[in-house]
């Protein structure tokens, strides 16, 4: 795309700008309707009947009396709904409603439709199921031990979902090269996206035989497949229409049972059909932050250079696939994109378990490694006596590189990054100076923009756009992307807007709607801006070119000479002679007729060549620096973030004002993980969630929020849409590990456990004030067969980005 | 109100109250039990008002009775009947916003919206109390509405835009919430 993405370009209208949002007027008058907004005359609702228990054989479901229950308009059960799915196509691994077996607390065994939510809700009450109890796998541990019963049937050894190792070079040789070698184990709890609207869908079945699913996806794309699959319907006979997400931060990109359930009573019914989940079956629904141990191996030189890392990580997936095998991968794969690596070697493990499935949550399993890294940096930082901010920058890796693990970045500004943040924040002045009881701890990340990769192998593009102009002048542009509100409708206004000179707000923009858009493939990893971005301005500079060509000819001026700006088509050299936008359009239509063009994106191959390659590269990185300061009241142990400095790099703000609002949402999200918010589970077998409720789950409200102080750099990224990058998920990734270092700059502890409450800081305060180790966190990694590793050659090494066989016998030292 | 009575199966009979919807009078039938938050989004189709919880605890549902904040989802429909009710859909003036929807709109502080009718309308009250807030009389209001998108941030700024606005001093926002640091 190099070149076309008009990065370049000078004297940018709209692009830089800080325009509202496209829906920003409907949204704060309440007229935008998210799902549960939509009523349709004759709707039924639906009600899922959800297992109490967590692992169990069902020996009997009867529901007769709930269907003779007045009101009651059809009950569903797993057998209605055979054919299984899932979010990736490695891991079929879910019934709409359970067959035979239950794997969780909350999975869904049966589905009544009634005239409403009370008949459906007092009928759940009559069906009777009988289950007999099975073991319950309850943590990675058990999963270790306990081989039989296994969760699924499928997957590697018992209850172990998948294992995957890989060495880049050589890392025994790089250990063999380091002054110091250090390994710290660490653990991530697992979290939740807790959007504040719950799921719902409403779903209609015409007697054409057309299928129409409202519902809160981030995937609407996916779905439809998922949908087609499982409902036994052509594909062209299901529209699906993401409604705008009341938040999604990956909980919403799974499809989900309850939307293949509606669609099944509309089918069966005849009638409209709606669901909206309980909060506290959205807990269940869950598909958050893994819960991650991880052990980290580094050999580092007396400069803070790293010689070799060996990482090693294990998933709690809970009961189901869903994404979980990206999930694993992303556990390691960005370990290599900040500081230099030069070998590495990635051990991944996940393990199913009877508890609501994990999967994406903003930064999908890059926030674990990156946190286990960042505070091993600052520990290794203290051993070689350097500043850990002068030591990141140090080490940082260039642009335009090539990691060991054969991942491209393009552009990176980390160095400019972390200066921003070091000048801001007065970190030479804070760093081990504060008084005890205050501290200030630095963190780097870097971020994929998208992924290289489609969900299901596939050559089409990831993103298309069209674009409709027609005599009035109106443009409307139609793309498959959802939004989430994250502004990704707005984008394609700005974009379309300065590339045809005209007013975003004069753009009507149609997203989400298998019938009406083109694919896009999603709003997940960060792809949405670059992707649908680079497709929009090709449609545009298309339909540039159809009216420069009728515009050329009317004027008599060269098609190269015409701007397009400010609403009219003109002779640059001359600006006098020119026309509207609107008049341009006419004439186009006249000399063309009906006017329309198309674009799409495909992002770039990317060098490396073995198997796994695909998951980790994408067409653009962006780089995160951040520094935290932090109070620990060494009483109480109690934390408290006055503020955070945020510096990143976004390529090109596209809408200044959207980015530093999603950096803010970033520092929040990471606040609220590195402090308080957990998914966890009552200590004993029957694996209830131990608070499905916003009140007991603790997430940031105004009185936690920390200040904010955010810097952008622009790198201007040649992949990205004139210039731009992500910034919904990476501006995430610091802050954890940039709290968890200030905490020990503040008191000398080391609490390498996500979240840091105060019984853990208490904890380790006691320890040291007993001569211990000032430490809380996880001591033990317990260990289980792998298998051999994918060895690479790096590039450093001359490798060819495939896979070697090598003899490991002579490969250790 | 009429008399509720049980009917057949155990249910209960419409209730039928009148109320203020936005400085309008309305009356409405609904079955007993049903909160405030469901009359006034299935009986009265005001959807502007969300919900995240039903149990009192996310702050999406809030409305104003008379002129105070309530959480919608926790107060019955029959305990409004006689009173004055406002949701979302009562802040604009015809097609003139009120200042915090213009503000929230203008700096993006509604990002994906879902909290920002039960965020308006807390401000709303705040700012008719205290016309010139502190941030921490923000926070302090508005710490039992939880957004997740925002970090809560562009929240604040925009409720600090439209207070000034709305005490008739220059109201531009400042030049960091917008562009960054430099
Ligand atoms: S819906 Fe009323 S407080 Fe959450
Ligand atoms: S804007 Fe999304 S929850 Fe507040």
């Known amino acids: 795309m190099a070149g076309s993405n008009g990065a370049k370009r000078r004297g940018l209208k709209v692009i830089g700008k800080p325009f509202h949002k496209v829906d920003a007027k409907v949204k704060v008058t309440g007229e935008l309707k998210f799902a549960d907004d939509l009523m349709l005359p004759r709707m039924l609702h639906t ?31 797993g057998k209605d709904l055979p054919t299984t799915y899932g979010a990736l196509p490695v891991s079929e691994d879910e019934h709409a409603l ?50 039989e019963p296994r969760i699924h049937e499928y997957g590697e050894l018992g209850n172990i979902h998948r294992r995957q190792v890989y060495e880049f070079g050589n890392v025994e040789a790089g250990f063999a090269d380091a002054d110091f070698v250090r390994e710290d184990i660490t653990f991530y709890e697992g979290s939740t996206h807790l959007a504040l609207e719950q799921h719902a869908s409403l779903a209609q079945f015409s007697h054409d035989g057309k299928l129409t699913l409202w519902t809160s996806t981030q995937d609407m794309h996916y779905l439809h497949r998922h949908l087609a699959k499982v409902l036994g319907l052509p594909g062209s006979h299901i529209r699906v229409i993401a409604t705008p997400n009341g938040g999604g931060f990956g909980g919403k990109c799974d499809p989900f049972n309850h939307e293949i359930v509606v669609s099944k009573l509309a089918m069966i019914t005849g009638r409209p059909v709606k669901i909206c989940l309980t909060r506290e079956e959205v807990f269940y629904a869950h598909r958050g932050r893994h819960p991650v141990l991880m052990s980290t191996k580094t050999g580092f030189k007396k400069d803070g250079s790293i010689t070799a890392m060996h990482h090693r990580t294990i998933l709690d997936g809970g009961a189901y696939g869903g994404h979980g095998v990206a999930s694993t991968f992303y556990t390691g794969i960005l370990q290599t994109t900040t500081h230099n690596v030069p070998h590495y070697k990635f051990e991944a493990v996940r393990v199913f378990t009877n508890k609501a499935p994990c999967g994406p949550k903003r930064g999908h399993g890059t926030p674990q490694p990156r946190w286990a890294q960042e505070i091993q940096l600052d520990r290794i930082a203290e051993q070689v006596g350097l500043d850990p901010a002068e030591m990141r920058k140090q080490h940082a890796i260039p642009p335009n590189s090539i990691t060991a693990n054969w991942i491209r970045i393009g552009t990176l500004a980390l160095g400019e990054c972390i200066d921003k943040v070091v000048k801001g924040s007065g970190w030479k002045e804070k760093f081990r100076k504060l008084p005890y009881g205050k501290g200030v701890g630095i963190a780097c990340s870097a971020y994929m923009t998208g992924t290289q990769t489609p969900i299901y192998y596939n050559k089409m593009p990831h993103s298309g756009v069209q674009l409709k102009l027609d005599r009035s002048g109106g443009v409307c542009v139609y793309c498959g992307s959802v939004e989430i509100g994250q502004g990704s409708d707005s984008i394609l206004a700005y974009i379309v807007a300065e590339v045809l000179g005209i007013h975003p707000f004069d753009i009507r923009v149609v997203t989400g709607d298998t019938d009406l858009t083109p694919v896009d493939l999603g709003s997940y990893s960060s792809r949405v801006t670059l992707m649908t971005g680079n497709a929009a301005i090709q449609a545009a500079e298309r339909a540039r070119e159809i009216l420069r060509q009728a515009v050329s000819e009317k004027l008599d001026v060269p098609g190269s000479r015409l701007s397009f700006a400010d609403r009219r088509v003109f002779d640059t050299e001359n600006p006098e002679k020119g026309m509207s936008f609107v008049e341009a359009v006419w004439l186009a239509e006249e ?214 066989e090598r003899e490991p016998a002579l490969s250790r030292k | 109100m009429k008399q509720t009575r049980k009917k057949g199966n155990g249910r209960l009979q419409k209730a039928h109250i009148r109320l203020q919807v936005n400085g309008e009078q309305v009356e409405v039938a609904f079955a007993p039990h049903k909160t405030l938050l469901e009359v006034l989004r299935e009986d009265l189709g005001l959807t502007g008002t969300k919900h995240g919880c039903e149990l009192g605890e996310c702050g999406c549902c809030a409305v104003l009775v008379d002129g105070k904040p309530v959480l919608s989802c926790l107060a019955l429909g029959l305990a409004v009947e006689g009173h004055e009710v406002t949701t979302v859909e009562g802040m604009a003036q015809g097609t003139e916003l009120h200042p915090l929807q213009q503000t929230f709109a203008e700096l993006g502080a509604a990002q994906c919206g879902y909290c920002t009718p039960g965020i308006l309308l807390t401000a709303k009250v705040l700012i008719e109390k205290v016309p010139r807030p502190s941030r921490d009389e923000i926070k302090e209001a508005l710490a039992g509405n939880l957004c997740r998108c925002t970090g809560y941030i562009k929240i604040y700024e925009a409720v600090e835009l439209a207070a000034a606005r709305m005490a008739g001093e220059p109201g531009e926002p400042a030049k960091e919430s917008i562009y960054g640091w430099e």
């Open chain 1, 47 to 77: 009600r899922l009947l959800r297992s109490t228990v967590p692992h169990a054989r069902i020996v009997k479901i009867d529901t007769s009396k709930a269907e003779a229950y007045p009101g009651v308009k059809a009950v569903l059960l």
């Open chain 1, 98 to 147: 359970a067959i035979d077996r239950v794997r969780m607390v909350g999975d869904p065994v049966a589905a009544i439709a009634a005239v409403d939510e009370d008949v459906a809700t007092e009928a759940l009450d009559l069906i009777e199921v009988e289950y007999e109890l099975l073991q319950t796998i309850t943590s990675i541990q058990d999963a270790y031990a306990i081989t």
């Open chain 1, 591 to 804: 000399k063309f007729g009906t006017l329309g063009t198309t674009g799409s994106y495909k992002p770039p191959a990317a060098p490396g060549k073995y198997k796994g390659s695909t998951i980790g590269p994408s067409p653009a990185f962006t780089c995160t620096a951040s520094v935290a300061e932090v109070e620990v009241n060494p009483e109480t142990g109690i934390v408290t973030v006055p503020r955070v400095w945020i510096a990143h790099d976004i390529g090109q703000a596209i809408n200044p004002l959207l980015v530093v609002g999603q950096i803010e949402g970033c520092v929040y999200m990471g606040l609220g993980e590195a402090l308080m918010e957990e998914m966890t589970y009552r200590g004993n077998r029957n694996m209830v969630h131990k608070f499905p409720s916003f009140l007991e789950y603790k997430s940031p409200t105004t009185l936690e929020m920390c200040d904010v102080v955010t810097y952008l750099v622009e790198s201007q990224d040649p992949n990205g849409p004139f210039g731009a990058k992500e910034a919904g998920q990476g501006p995430q990734l610091p802050v954890p590990p940039a709290i968890a270092n200030a905490v020990y700059d503040a008191v000398g502890v080391r609490i390498d456990e996500i979240p840091i409450t105060p019984d853990k800081v208490m904890k380790a305060l006691r320890a040291k004030a007993k001569g211990k180790e000032g430490r809380y966190g996880p001591t033990v990694f317990p260990t289980c067969e792998m298998p051999e590793a994918i060895v690479v050659k790096t590039p450093f090494e001359g490798g060819d980005g495939k896979a070697v």
